[in-house]
T-cell receptor
Framework: SQQGEEDPQALSIQEGENATMNCSYK?????LQWYRQNSGRGLVHLILIRSNEREKHSGRLRVTLDTSKKSSSLLITASRAADTASYFC???????????FGQGTRLTINP | DTEVTQTPKHLVMGMTNKKSLKCEQHMGHRAMYWYKQKAKKPPELMFVYSYEKLSINESVPSRFSPECPNSSLLNLHLHALQPEDSALYLC????????????FGPGTRLTVT
């Protein structure tokens, strides 16, 4: 069954604003990862947060993880047109041998 | 070198054709993956190779046949495909299975006519 469910499915904001995407999952995880995919291209790994971590930063990205609520959020600050892409969370469960991807959030940054 | 390469970028094939997709990485990664992705959907795992051995087959039809000739190469052999197999096929690699971040290639856009 699908591990990660993302919210919202689509998000459109103005350049310079912050974008927040959420991911929920169902079982215990080893880590949670976020990926970006530009239209029709391969996925790019953004950030990995382990189950014993609560927050992680990378440049304009901030990821939080709440294992009690089985949820994570990805915040992109000061958005740029180049941030327009689909964003996927992916979970690595303790008992599974693979990553399971959420449905993704399609982010559009309007100039 | 943190790149995963895939060839070809685009492929159009008939339902009776045999073709192969190729994937290569030189990062010393020991796990390699094939995913299938339909438009506006997340990648769906097809196969995982770990240390050149097939470790996961997600009940993929036999018309898809993976091969890992060595630790840097991954092939996907295609035969007698159906139009519904048209999709973006992504290859990825990682240091190990599951717990590690995956590096993706740009994908092969496959159209079955």
């Amino acid at each position: 069954s699908q591990q990660g469910e993302e919210d919202p499915q689509a998000l459109s904001i103005q350049e310079g604003e912050n974008a927040t995407m959420n991911c929920s999952y169902k079982t215990s995880i080893n880590n949670l990862q976020w990926y970006r995919q530009n239209s029709g291209r391969g996925l790019v790994h953004l950030i990995l947060i382990r189950s014993n971590e609560r927050e992680k930063h990378s440049g304009r990205l901030r990821v939080t993880l709440d294992t009690s609520k089985k949820s994570s959020s990805l915040l992109i600050t000061a958005s740029r047109a180049a941030d327009t892409a689909s964003y996927f969370c992916a979970t690595a469960a303790f008992l599974a041998q693979k990553l399971v991807f959420g449905q993704g959030t399609r982010l559009t940054i309007n100039p | 070198d943190t790149e995963v390469t895939q060839t070809p970028k685009h492929l159009v094939m008939g339902m009776t054709n045999k073709k192969s997709l190729k994937c290569e990485q030189h990062m010393g990664h020991r796990a390699m993956y094939w995913y299938k992705q339909k438009a506006k959907k997340p990648p769906e795992l097809m196969f995982v190779y770990s240390y050149e051995k097939l470790s996961i087959n997600e009940s993929v039809p036999s018309r898809f046949s993976p091969e890992c000739p060595n630790s840097s190469l991954l092939n996907l052999h295609l035969h007698a495909l159906q139009p519904e197999d048209s999709a973006l096929y992504l290859c990825a690699s990682s240091q190990g299975e599951r717990r590690y971040e995956q590096y993706f290639g740009p994908g092969t856009r496959l159209t079955v006519t």
